[in-house]
C-alpha cells in the first residue's frame, strides 16, 4: 500500500520560509510524478506545484512562480517544496501527491494526509 506522509509545516510570519517534505513508501512503482497542492478554509484544493517522472518537467501555479521551488529525491522517494516570501495568501493545508505516470495530471492516484502552513501578517 503506497502511503505519502508530508512534514516541514507550521507557522511563519509573512516574509519567512518553510521547506516541506514528502516521503513515499509501500512503493509498488519504480518512481513517481510528484505535485503539491493547497486547500485553503472555505476554497477549493488548488494546484501548486509539479515535478515530472524524469524531474525534467517542472510546473508552478502562478501566484508561487519565483517563491516556491519544487524538487525531488529518487533515492528516497521524496519530494520537497522550498517555500520563500511567505505572504498571509499562502496560508493553507498543502497536500503532497504522487503518480506513476506523468499523464494523470491532477488526478494523482496517492495523497498524503496534508500539513497546515499558517502565515501570519
Known amino acids: 500500500q503506497v502511503r505519502l506522509v508530508e512534514s516541514g509545516g507550521g507557522l511563519v510570519q509573512a516574509g519567512g520560509s518553510l521547506t516541506l517534505s514528502c516521503v513515499v513508501s509501500?512503493?509498488?512503482?519504480?518512481?513517481?510524478?510528484m505535485a503539491w497542492f493547497r486547500q485553503a478554509a472555505g476554497k477549493e484544493r488548488e494546484f501548486v506545484a509539479s515535478i515530472s517522472l524524469s524531474g525534467t518537467k517542472i510546473f508552478y501555479e502562478d501566484s508561487v512562480k519565483g517563491r516556491f521551488t519544487i524538487s525531488r529525491n529518487d533515492a528516497k522517494n521524496a519530494s520537497s517544496l522550498q517555500m520563500s516570501s511567505l505572504n498571509p495568501e499562502d496560508t493553507a493545508v498543502y497536500y503532497c501527491?504522487?503518480?506513476?505516470?506523468?499523464?494523470?495530471?491532477?488526478?494523482?492516484?496517492?495523497w498524503g494526509q496534508g500539513t497546515q502552513v499558517t502565515v501570519s501578517s
Open positions: 501527491a504522487a503518480d506513476p505516470s506523468d499523464f494523470n495530471f491532477p488526478r494523482y492516484n496517492f
Open positions: 509501500g512503493c509498488s512503482y519504480s518512481g513517481y510524478a
